[in-house]
């Protein structure tokens, strides 16, 4: 799943932190949980790697602590390989150097209503858009992508569809899949 401001919006999981974010040393353990969830085999202290990255999302109607977000900002700036998330040439940068994802903050299903708190951490992957491809995948290049992995690697695919968890493109990616394989 990737993000953008110029696709349809997809659904995502809206999980509270295990703990509440006070200090940096929170929102980097946070972070790093998120990452090791996405990417079992990081080192200890990584937050991306060359396929995405974890990134901040700050609610525009709270104030977070401008100080958390220049540590953190100054924290990801050390990461080798933070913040490659490709975008199309319509688009301005998707994930700042300061590690914030620039997109709308979301609302919720049920009621529409914008999500009740200050900050979401988020995976951004990179969507591998180059001057070959300078759009993102269709349906059609994903579900192939999907078909030619390991039957693993399309279990991330059918775990997010079960947990709710989809983009504008599922329905047509989910009809171009092999069938699930039960592992």
């Known amino acids: 799943m990737v993000?953008?401001?110029?696709?349809?919006?997809?659904?995502?999981?809206l999980l509270r932190c295990t703990r509440t974010i006070s200090t940096l040393e929170d929102l980097l353990a946070e972070a790093e949980a998120l990452w090791k969830a996405?990417?079992?085999?990081?080192?200890?202290?990584?937050?991306?790697?060359?396929?995405?990255?974890?990134?901040?999302?700050c609610n525009p109607d709270s104030n977070a602590p401008a100080d958390l977000l220049k540590a953190g900002a100054d924290r990801v700036g050390r990461e080798p390989d933070y913040g490659k998330v490709s975008q199309t040439q319509e688009e301005r940068i998707l994930v700042s150097?300061?590690?914030?994802?620039?997109?709308?903050?979301?609302?919720?299903?049920?009621?529409?209503?914008?999500?009740?708190?200050?900050?979401?951490?988020?995976?951004?992957n990179d969507p591998e858009i180059s001057?070959?491809?300078?759009?993102?995948?269709?349906?059609?290049?994903?579900?192939?992508?999907?078909?030619?992995?390991?039957?693993?690697?399309?279990?991330y695919f059918w775990n997010n569809a079960d947990n709710g968890i989809c983009t504008f493109q599922d329905e047509d990616i989910r009809k171009r899949m092999h069938p699930r394989e039960r592992v």
Not at 3 to 13: E, V
């Open 3 to 13: 993000f953008s401001r110029l696709c349809k919006s997809g659904q995502a999981m």
């Open 38 to 57: 996405e990417q079992p085999g990081a080192a200890p202290g990584r937050n991306a790697s060359e396929w995405g990255c974890v990134s901040l999302l």
């Open 97 to 124: 150097k300061a590690g914030v994802l620039q997109i709308a903050w979301p609302r919720l299903v049920e009621n529409d209503a914008p999500a009740d708190v200050d900050l979401l951490l988020v995976t951004a």
């Open 131 to 155: 001057a070959t491809r300078p759009d993102y995948p269709d349906a059609n290049t994903i579900a192939a992508a999907w078909n030619a992995a390991p039957s693993t690697y399309a279990e």
